[in-house]
C-alpha cells in the first residue's frame, strides 16, 4: 500500500488489520494524526470496558466518520511527535485506549495506548 492518503471511501473499505497499519506507517514517518475535539475536549467513546480516542492519518476522514452522530465535534491535529511523547503517555495514566482509524460502521482496532506505543516503536 502507498504513503498517500486514500480517498474516504476507498479507505473505509479496508479491513481494520489494514487501516491500522497504514496509520502506523504513517506516524512513524511523521505524519500527524486527527481526532475530534469540541469545546470540552476530545471526544472519548465508551465502550463499557475502554474508554477509546478514535484517531485517523488525516482530517477529511476525521471529518466525514464525525459528520453523523458528532455533530459539534471539529478536526484536531495531533502531530507525530506530540502523539508519541505526550497523548500516549497521558493515555495510558489516564487508561485510555485508542480506536485506530474506524469505518464507518464504527469497526477498528483498539489497542491500549501502550500497546500502540510499542507498535510505533517496532
Known amino acids: 500500500m502507498s504513503n498517500t492518503i486514500l480517498l474516504d471511501d476507498t479507505f473505509y473499505r479496508l479491513p481494520s488489520s489494514d487501516r491500522y497499519d497504514h496509520v ?4 512513524k514517518k511523521g505524519a500527524s494524526v486527527w481526532t475530534l475535539a469540541d469545546t470540552e475536549g476530545c471526544l472519548i467513546i465508551d ?5 477509546v480516542l478514535p484517531i485517523w ?3 477529511t476522514l476525521a471529518t466525514a466518520w464525525g459528520e453523523k452522530d458528532y455533530q459539534g465535534f471539529n478536526s484536531l491535529e495531533i502531530n507525530a511527535a506530540d502523539w508519541a511523547e505526550k497523548w500516549l503517555p497521558g493515555m495510558q495514566g489516564d487508561g485510555f485506549s485508542v ?3 474506524p469505518n ?3 469497526e477498528c482496532i483498539v489497542s491500549s495506548a ?3 506505543a510499542i ?4
Open 104 to 106: 464507518l460502521a464504527g
Open 47 to 51: 465502550l463499557g470496558s475502554d474508554k
Open 119 to 122: 507498535d510505533l516503536k517496532s
Open 114 to 116: 501502550e500497546e500502540h
Open 24 to 27: 502506523l506507517n504513517l506516524v
Open 99 to 101: 480506536g485506530v482509524a
Open 57 to 59: 492519518p488525516a482530517e
